[in-house]
DNA sequence: GAGCTAGGTGTACGGCGTACACCGGTCGAT
DNA sequence: ATCGACCGGTGTACGCCGTACACCTAGCTC
């Protein structure tokens, strides 16, 4: 079992490693990846990783750089608010084809340089688009996650089976009678799209243009935080 | 080791078990939750705590629940905007008190029933004050994770040891070299703050009142999203 | 040819969540 | 008074995890 007759094995290197994760984490989530899965896909012993990736944590702080590098750049014609909505759409783009990105963002300490400089694009755009730094500084905060692609959802829909009618009908009439008003918001949606679900991408655009707008008002307005 | 002399053991319950958790975390963060270190601490084995949570899932929903249901609730003299900045306010005072909610909220898939009433709270509040549905809906999205009292932070510090004033000087060097914008907002900050901290309230609070306040703008302005 | 190095191996350790069988009490029904 | 059910706590064991450490080998440099 140590190399199929006659091929030779291709050497493992970072990038190959992170690209192996990234795909795994794709098609399995986030909680498939492991040191021992992983090494298992790629044909080589789960300690073999460790010439590529100094730990777990490492790998990855390494597949959310594969992924940010990846983000098309900005295009050069747009500036100011339109840059940095751009940007972060772009991100968002990359973040529906990675799900598992979410929560790796979140959970990541380290400040790797592509990180970084995505950070460093966004605020740029900003800048130049005239806003203050001390304004450009507020509008990173209230971006927050945004700025990759998310919002952190308190409506999050958990992966349900679906109920058979009667259950449905039972749990609304429960529902509605503990907790009304998010089952009016709910039905409200529901007349406007049967399934019920709500259309993330929508929501995500309004709050992001609303906030950009928000800010561009600020600005206008020649505001600052300090006296 | 089955019982101190004499001294009866109160049985466990599923009460004093949650306790038991969140004061563990509160004192040694979400990763110092285990089945086995959380039985010992309450002088148990670990199984024994399965009598009372289904499961390490279960367990972190019930101490969710736990401090979400300890919530104050609003003041019934405030109306609207206020109402629901209050009940923000609240959540975030406990959020402070127990660090380990935020991640603990970000990986909850199940709504129990505390969390669905502060969802209801709030959506409440929302309508009271005479916000369409429709309108309701589209705030309690954007307001997102902050109605758990926290944004997440793009911006957030990894716990660092003080680096030396020669190493601090060199990364400041490299940084402002290839980071330029983000530095300058460090900088910036560091001038009104020597300590280079941002003032996470202030930035939460901050956003809170824009979107609150965008949101007032919309309301008044009669907006819907559907023609 | 000696020695170094990069990359892959094998073994082992300590931790985790939890399935499953068990066992001593308490208590209500007979 | 006896029996059975049930409830809370126990003990053992399994399979997974990340990773430390010692090792082996092929190829390269001097």
């Given at each position: 079992m140590t190399t199929t007759a006659g091929t030779q094995r291709i050497p493992l290197d970072r990038d190959r490693v992170l690209a192996a994760a990234v795909d795994l984490a794709d098609h399995?989530?986030?909680?498939?990846?492991?040191m021992r899965g992983l090494a298992a896909g790629l044909g080589v012993?789960?300690?073999?990783?460790y010439k590529h990736v100094a730990d777990k944590d490492d790998l990855i702080d390494g597949m959310v750089d594969t992924v940010v590098t990846a983000y098309a750049a900005t295009d050069p014609a747009l500036t100011g608010a339109d840059a940095v909505r751009s940007r972060i759409l772009a991100a968002r783009r990359a973040l529906v084809e990675h799900p598992w990105m979410r929560r790796a963002i979140e959970t990541r300490t380290r400040r790797t340089p592509a990180v970084l400089a995505h950070m460093d694009d966004v605020a740029g755009a900003f800048l130049a688009a005239g806003y203050s730094v001390d304004l450009t500084h507020h509008a990173m905060h209230a971006l927050g996650h945004r700025i990759w692609g998310f919002s952190p959802e308190a409506f999050e829909e958990p992966p349900r089976t679906p109920p058979t009618p009667a259950e449905q009908e039972a749990t609304l009439r429960v529902m509605s009678e503990r907790y009304p008003h998010i089952t009016a918001i709910a039905l409200d949606t529901a007349t406007r799209n049967p399934s019920g679900a709500c259309d993330e991408q929508d929501e995500f655009e309004f709050t992001l243009d609303l906030l950009l707008d928000a800010f561009a008002r600020l600005r206008d307005a020649g505001w600052a935080s300090h006296p």
């Amino acid at each position: 079992m140590t190399t199929t007759a006659g091929t030779q094995r291709i050497p493992l290197d970072r990038d190959r490693v992170l690209a192996a994760a990234v795909d795994l984490a794709d098609h399995e989530g986030l909680d498939a990846i492991s040191m021992r899965g992983l090494a298992a896909g790629l044909g080589v012993v789960p300690m073999a990783l460790y010439k590529h990736v100094a730990d777990k944590d490492d790998l990855i702080d390494g597949m959310v750089d594969t992924v940010v590098t990846a983000y098309a750049a900005t295009d050069p014609a747009l500036t100011g608010a339109d840059a940095v909505r751009s940007r972060i759409l772009a991100a968002r783009r990359a973040l529906v084809e990675h799900p598992w990105m979410r929560r790796a963002i979140e959970t990541r300490t380290r400040r790797t340089p592509a990180v970084l400089a995505h950070m460093d694009d966004v605020a740029g755009a900003f800048l130049a688009a005239g806003y203050s730094v001390d304004l450009t500084h507020h509008a990173m905060h209230a971006l927050g996650h945004r700025i990759w692609g998310f919002s952190p959802e308190a409506f999050e829909e958990p992966p349900r089976t679906p109920p058979t009618p009667a259950e449905q009908e039972a749990t609304l009439r429960v529902m509605s009678e503990r907790y009304p008003h998010i089952t009016a918001i709910a039905l409200d949606t529901a007349t406007r799209n049967p399934s019920g679900a709500c259309d993330e991408q929508d929501e995500f655009e309004f709050t992001l243009d609303l906030l950009l707008d928000a800010f561009a008002r600020l600005r206008d307005a020649g505001w600052a935080s300090h006296p």
